[in-house]
């Protein structure tokens, strides 16, 4: 299929950037859109042109790495994959698709649909695990009783990848699925109890200090999830919030 | 105040707690009104009563308003904070794909029943104070229900009522169970939903009966 491609370009963090047309021809619909954006860098490198700078890394959809705002929507207009899953036959010939960096000020675009999303890992770094010695006398995690039931809504939980196409989603650039998830995968197990209160104060804290927005239950974080991860996490996240500020 | 809503998720609780207390008057204001459709009488005498008992004016009133304007004042703070979270736009955003119109304009909803309640006070509560506390009328417990009359007799006033009616109607099908997430109680979130419908439409509707009543018996 032929597509017309309008694709954010921008040459650093300073720049202002803009949107640029190109143009693909006899794209396979069993390509991944990932692919499509390869045979594009190589038709610009061998008119000895900048290839357009994204992020991917596996392409497996379990690292999280590849991002993109494909036609108004975190990794395009499927459900439940990332943008490396996303396949070229969700596309009709002779499509217009935008495609954008993953926008939030929390997000800064480091060049062209490129952003920074470190701002995770901070938010991870201020309370995302918990503190154990592996002095050899650590206690198998396997000798410790867990609900079924939690065990399931904790490995649920704990499958966010940190994509940030939560964020891109959010009207209000809000992190809180992100940040829902963090939290609850421990505060569903006994080991995460001992530190919840800290953890959920100083992940929120580190949230709020990023700039993301506030959110406002739209739910479309929930809708573009990669992983689906369910905004019951955030009422949970409210909760423990709560419980550990009153 | 400001260090106990300086966290996000602590604005959105107190930003829930209100919109609940809120969800609570307008069940409470509907009652009392919905009896001037039956019975003159029943609406004047509860009318005398919100009107003249010391608790609900002295002390429910001043929270009342306290809630409607710390409601609407943190709705517009956080819809700013929240817009200055991305300062540079999506040149194309989808946001029909994966959120409801109703929960993507809060604000817009929300403006306009604020628009309305600027009306309603104009209409009811500006003449209520001064009759009682200013101008200090002597209390005749049969007039509310002719003042209620009165003010339906203008198609236009009805009209603006039905349209900031049905606004409230959509802020409430996104806030009603919004404000139950907000607060963390997502154990019963099915039935809150279906509550949420329910009462987002007939409220409203209520109101609005209410309106097209009296215009239309007067
Ligand atoms: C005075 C005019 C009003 C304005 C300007 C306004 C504005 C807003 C805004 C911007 C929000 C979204 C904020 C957020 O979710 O974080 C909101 C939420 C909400 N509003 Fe209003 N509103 C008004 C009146 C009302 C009234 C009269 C009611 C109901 C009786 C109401 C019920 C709600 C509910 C239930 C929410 C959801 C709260 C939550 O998500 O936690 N609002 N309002
Ligand atoms: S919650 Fe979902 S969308 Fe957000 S970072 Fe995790 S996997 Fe990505
Ligand atoms: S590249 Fe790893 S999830 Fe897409």
Request: proline residues 3%; charged residues 20%.
């Amino acid at each position: 299929m032929n597509l017309t491609l309008k694709i954010w370009r921008q040459k650093g963090p300073q720049d202002k950037g803009r949107m640029v047309e190109y143009k693909v021809t006899d794209i396979s619909e069993h390509m991944s859109f990932l692919e499509m954006m390869d045979v594009l860098n190589e038709s610009l490198v061998a008119k000895d042109e900048e290839p357009i700078a994204f992020d991917h890394d596996c392409r497996e959809g379990i690292c999280g790495m590849c991002s993109l705002q494909i036609n108004g929507e975190a990794h395009g207009p499927d459900r439940g994959i990332t943008t490396c899953q996303l396949h070229m036959r969700m596309f009709k010939d002779g499509d217009t698709i935008y495609i954008e960096p993953f926008r939030a000020n929390a997000f800064p675009v480091i060049k062209d649909l490129v952003v920074d999303r470190m701002a995770f890992e901070r938010i991870q770094q201020a309370g995302g695990y918990i503190s154990v010695n592996t002095s050899g006398n650590t206690q198998d995690a396997n000798s410790i009783p867990i609900s079924k039931h939690n065990a399931d809504l904790s490995m649920d939980a704990a499958s966010c990848i940190g994509c940030g196409a939560c964020v891109a989603s959010c009207k209000n650039s809000s992190a809180m699925l992100f940040v829902a998830a963090k939290v609850s995968q421990f505060a569903l197990l006994p080991q995460g109890k001992v530190e919840a209160k800290d953890r959920v104060k100083n992940m929120v804290f580190q949230m709020d200090l990023e700039g993301f927005g506030n959110c406002t239950n739209t739910g479309a974080c929930e809708i573009e999830c990669p992983k689906g991860i369910s905004i019951e996490n955030i009422a949970r996240l409210n909760r423990e919030y709560l419980a550990a500020t009153i | 105040m400001s260090r106990i809503l300086s966290s996000s998720i602590a604005r959105k609780v107190a930003m829930a707690l209100s919109a609940l207390f809120l969800i609570i008057f307008l069940l409470i204001h509907l009652t009392v009104n919905i009896t001037s459709l039956f019975s003159k009488d029943v609406f004047n005498e509860l009318s005398h009563f919100m009107g003249t008992n010391f608790l609900v004016q002295f002390l429910m009133q001043p929270i009342l308003i306290f809630g409607v304007v710390f409601h609407f004042v943190m709705g517009f703070v956080l819809e700013l904070r929240n817009k200055r979270a991305r300062t540079v736009k999506y040149v194309k955003y989808n946001g029909a794909a994966n959120a409801s119109w109703m929960s993507r304009n809060m604000a817009v909803s929300g403006g306009v029943i604020l628009a309305f309640l600027v009306l309603h006070f104009i209409d009811f509560w500006f003449p209520e104070m001064n009759y009682k506390y200013i101008e200090v009328l002597p209390e005749d417990p049969t007039r509310y229900f002719e003042e209620l009359q009165h003010k339906f007799t203008n198609p236009l006033r009805v009209g603006a009522y039905v349209i900031a009616f049905v606004l409230l109607a959509l802020h409430l099908l996104h806030g009603f169970q919004s404000a139950f997430q907000s607060i963390g109680l997502n154990k019963y979130t099915n039935c809150v939903k279906s509550l949420g419908k329910i009462y987002a439409v007939a409220i409203p509707a209520g109101f609005i009966i209410i309106a097209l009543f009296h215009y239309f018996n007067h």
